[in-house]
């Protein structure tokens, strides 16, 4: 098993471009998150889904929109890049219970120029 | 805004010593976990305490928690320089589907 895959590992954007960044895990999962982590900040919940279809707002969800059409896949998109949105993307899964323990990807630095 | 504080923030020690951090937070939980984050990696799940739970053990880890005050310790015996890391207590509030992670602490232990 592959657990939490991250697509693409690293980008680099300009101000105002868009980028999808896709989640995959094979453990089926029902939970997904998305979290972005910056220096002093920790971990900050952008947006999560408790299944198939479903999408829910986290603590930080303003310039994100998520996507949960396939259970295995979880992808974030940023619309029009910001300078405040260069971190470091965490895509994490957890099984029945959204409480229970979470599964982590290995991360995608993004930096926007 | 983060549930959980670590405490302290860094801490460095020498190999075979015995490592402690400390995690406070503020409203009740169903359940406290900790993860350990290798630099430039993902997080990765250590331990889980649940509400009813007072200690839990697992390999060198010792967990405890104590409701009343709203603490968790873990403790990391005999440390290897491998324990080298980044440690996040994260926090699941009573109904939510979600955790709140703290700002994380960063252990450094030296051969």
């Known amino acids: 098993n592959a657990g939490v895959t991250q697509t693409p590992k690293f980008r680099v954007l300009k101000t105002g471009q868009s980028m999808t960044l896709l989640c995959a895990q094979d453990m089926n999962h029902e939970y997904m998150y998305w979290y972005r982590q910056d220096p002093g900040m920790g971990l900050r919940l952008i947006h999560y889904?408790?299944?198939?279809?479903?999408?829910a707002k986290g603590e930080v969800p303003d310039g994100y929109n998520v996507s949960r059409l396939k259970k295995q896949n979880f992808l974030l998109g940023l619309e029009s890049a910001a300078p405040s949105q260069t971190s470091v993307y965490f895509c994490a899964s957890s099984s029945y219970r959204g409480s229970n323990e979470q599964y982590f990807g290995p991360g995608t630095r993004l930096t926007v120029t | 805004s983060q549930q959980g504080e670590e405490d302290p923030q860094a801490l460095s020690i020498q190999e075979g010593e015995n490592a402690t951090m400390n995690c406070s937070y503020k409203t009740s939980i169903n359940n406290l976990q900790w993860y350990r984050q290798n630099s430039g990696r993902g997080l990765v799940h250590l331990i889980l305490?649940?509400?009813?739970?007072r200690e839990k053990h697992s390999g060198r880890l010792r967990v405890t928690l104590d409701t009343s005050k709203k603490s968790s310790s873990l403790l990391i015996t005999a440390s290897r320089a491998a324990d080298t890391a980044s440690y996040f207590c994260?926090?699941?509030?009573?109904?939510?589907?979600?955790?709140?992670f703290g700002k994380g602490m960063k252990l450094t232990v030296n051969p």
């Open positions: 305490i649940r509400s009813n739970e």
């Open positions: 889904s408790v299944g198939e279809g479903t999408t």
């Open positions: 994260a926090t699941a509030q009573s109904g939510s589907e979600k955790l709140v």
